[in-house]
């Protein structure tokens, strides 16, 4: 009997793990599979010409410069609004506000404003930024839109990082005679920062790829000139690969253009999470 269930368990451990690795492969392969349906559409767009000069032609030639820069400026931009309000929302909530019943509140609307559709933040952006404070079609206006569609997102990550630091470390820098300001500052975020870069990652990386939110507030669907402030509109590439598959006047003959910007902005995605994850691993080697 004792032998039937040991077998037992060995065959519901083994079956387990089977669809888990089945769950993993299908993921990896699905993925892989669209990466290399995007390269293999996309890669004959790619030229130089096509990564440094400005569309021409009714954006049937040329190339996506100016989206490239503002989508750049665009990423920075939502990063410099969501990052410090994001950290600083994170510290207050676990590090000083306890668990009352307004922190539960708090906590479960930034959780549902999480699965706001984009395009609320859109049209949020488009009534509040644009119009209501004036800012008009702007850089400033799609950074602030963009800050707060990734805030709930940065703010999440922000606080699992801190809840992750022992709380034996807040004690010992308590009793060493540290305030509670010099203990969060000096052992609790150096700690937390690589999870804290983390969730910057993926904000980042969210933010570059969104259409809705920017579509109302910051991009156009031409302009000839680069930005010269944060209250000029500019090109964005997920706009400009929205506009060429569908309001384009050759739709068919832009079809490798749409590939190829789709191509470059995971490139460009790609290389600003490079970036944050060497800093990342960086910080995190400081620390050893």
Not at 9 to 17: G, L, S, Y
Request: aromatic fraction near 10%; charged fraction near 10%; charge should be positive.
């Amino acid at each position: 009997m004792e032998f039937q269930r040991i077998t037992k368990r060995k065959i519901v451990q083994h079956t387990a793990f089977t669809v888990i690795r089945a769950a993993v492969f299908i993921n990896v392969g699905a993925l892989f599979v669209f990466l290399a349906f995007i390269a293999v559409q996309g890669i004959s767009a790619i030229s130089w010409e096509f990564l440094t000069q400005a569309p021409r032609q009714s954006m049937t030639e040329g190339g996506i410069w100016p989206c490239i820069v503002g989508t750049v400026y665009l990423s920075i931009g939502s990063i410099a609004v969501a990052f410090p309000l994001g950290v600083g929302t994170a510290i207050y909530l676990n590090e000083y506000a306890g668990s009352g019943r307004w922190v539960r509140i708090v906590r479960m609307g930034i959780v549902n404003l999480a699965g706001v559709p984009s395009v609320v933040y859109g049209l949020f952006g488009l009534a509040f930024f644009v119009i209501w404070l004036k800012m008009g079609v702007s850089i400033l206006a799609g950074s602030l839109t963009l800050g707060a569609f990734i805030l709930p997102l940065v703010i999440g990550s922000s606080e699992e990082a801190l809840r992750a630091v022992p709380q034996a470390n807040r004690e010992a820098s308590l009793a060493l005679g540290a305030t509670p300001w010099q203990t969060i500052y000096r052992v609790v975020l150096p700690e937390a920062l690589p999870g804290i870069i983390t969730g910057l990652i993926l904000g980042m990386s969210r933010a570059a790829g969104e259409t809705a939110p920017i579509m109302f507030t910051a991009a156009v669907f031409f302009s000839r000139e680069m930005p010269k402030s944060i209250f000029d509109e500019v090109m964005a590439m997920p706009y400009h690969i929205y506009v060429l598959a569908t309001a384009g006047t050759e739709i068919a003959k832009t079809r490798p253009l749409q590939y190829g910007t789709a191509l470059t902005l995971m490139a460009l995605v790609l290389g600003m999470n490079l970036a944050a994850i060497i800093l990342r691993n960086r910080l995190q080697k400081k620390r050893l």
